[in-house]
C-alpha cells in the first residue's frame, strides 16, 4: 500500500538523483561560461562561437568521463524504484 510516507521518500529519492546529475552536468559549463565571459569582458572580444564552443566542449567531456558513472546511477534507481513498486503490490 502506497502511504505519504513511501511516496515522499519515493520523491525525495528521485530529487536527490536529478540534483545529483543537474550539478554534474551543468556546474563544470556554468564554470567555463564565467571563465569565458571574464576573458571576453577583459578583452572585448564579443563573438558568440567563443562563448558557445568552449561550454559545449566541456559539457560533452563531463558527459564522456561520467557517462558510465551516470548510467549506472540511474540503472540503481531504477532497479530500486521496480523493487519498491513489487513490495508495494504485495
Known sequence: MLTPDIAVDLVNDSLHVVIVLVVLLVLPSLIVGVIVSLVQAATQINEQTLSFLPRLLVTLATIALA????TGMLMDFCIDIFQRAA???G
Open 87 to 89: 513490495t508495494l503490490v
Open 67 to 70: 557517462g558510465h558513472w551516470i
